[in-house]
């Protein structure tokens, strides 16, 4: 990762950790060079996570790193996902990493995942929201001393304002719902959004450093619901068919290696199907 506020807490005793790969201006090349070789050889390989919203400097030391190290170990995933729907996404990966997947499978079942991560906030404004397609009718509203509104932005964007008729449109599978307050009260989204979205529990979190820059403002509650059972993820991961990249020869799933992002000729984005009543 490159946020320890990222690393969310595992949910067993079996979910390892995470590296955070620090920025520029905290950590020199050299030493970065000299982290990122050790987990190599600790680990033998290295999937890194990082939102699209990475400052470009920090990006570029990823890239170098990989660049220099001359290494095809090393998996560098660019996400559009929010803060808190990437450190939910980053903690399942972390929670197969210790099946019998293969680090290719691993990394490329980030995309496959995601699908079925619901990430959104409730906010004050969406004067500054850019992330998502938003209304002039919306932004007008926002004017409005009050206002609130609901937005989803994974799998599908989607915004309401509270007070409405419109719901946000929930997971039609057993989820978990992490919640992250910024300075905005969170009972709507504990009160009324868990029950509407059927979630098995909730989990209050702390609000990623980025959140407000993503979201457009600081009066926020990021949420994201998520499916929690390693069994389930294993299931989901393990019915899609292994494929070997033509490329490096890394396993993955899916229509695009998560190592070279090499893409496979004849493949279809994999989608599997899961009911409410998975666990």
């Known amino acids: 990762m490159t946020s320890a506020d990222l690393v969310l807490p595992p949910t067993d005793r079996q979910t390892p950790t995470a590296a955070v790969l620090q920025p520029p201006a905290?950590?020199?090349?050299?030493?970065?060079?000299?982290?990122?070789?050790?987990?190599?050889?600790?680990?033998?390989?290295?999937?890194?996570?990082?939102?699209?919203?990475?400052?470009?400097?920090?990006?570029?030391?990823?890239?170098?790193?990989?660049?220099?190290?001359?290494?095809?170990?090393?998996?560098?995933?660019?996400?559009?996902?929010?803060?808190?729907?990437?450190?939910?996404?980053?903690?399942?990966?972390?929670?197969?990493?210790?099946?019998?997947?293969?680090a290719g499978v691993i990394a490329s079942a980030a995309r496959l995942l995601s699908h079925y991560v619901y990430a959104g906030a409730l906010l004050n404004s969406v004067t500054k929201l850019d992330r998502i397609p938003v209304s002039l009718k919306s932004h007008a509203k926002s004017w409005m001393p009050g206002s609130q509104f609901a937005v989803l932005s994974n799998p599908e964007p989607q915004l309401i304002k509270l007070g409405g008729e419109e719901k946000l449109t929930g997971p039609e599978f057993a989820t978990q719902l992490a919640v992250a307050a910024g300075q905005l009260s969170s009972s709507w989204v504990t009160e009324t959004l868990a029950p509407a979205w059927q979630v098995q529990g909730t989990q209050e979190v702390g609000l990623p450093t980025a959140s407000p820059g993503w979201w457009g403002t600081p009066k926020v509650v990021e949420f994201a619901a998520f499916l929690p059972d390693v069994s389930v993820l294993?299931?989901?991961?393990?019915?899609?068919?292994?494929?070997?990249?033509?490329?490096?020869?890394?396993?993955?799933?899916?229509?695009?290696?998560?190592?070279?992002?090499?893409?496979?000729?004849?493949?279809a984005e994999p989608h599997a199907v899961l009911s409410?009543?998975?666990t």
């Open 234 to 267: 294993y299931q989901l991961v393990s019915s899609v068919r292994i494929e070997q990249c033509h490329w490096c020869g890394t396993q993955l799933i899916g229509d695009r290696c998560g190592f070279c992002s090499a893409p496979v000729a004849t493949a």
């Open 276 to 278: 409410r009543g998975a």
């Open 26 to 102: 905290h950590q020199s090349l050299d030493a970065a060079l000299a982290e990122t070789n050790v987990l190599l050889e600790r680990h033998g390989f290295l999937v890194a996570l990082y939102p699209s919203s990475l400052p470009a400097a920090h990006e570029h030391r990823l890239h170098m790193v990989r660049s220099v190290l001359e290494t095809d170990r090393i998996a560098l995933l660019k996400l559009d996902l929010p803060p808190l729907g990437i450190a939910v996404l980053t903690r399942q990966l972390r929670q197969l990493s210790v099946c019998d997947f293969s």
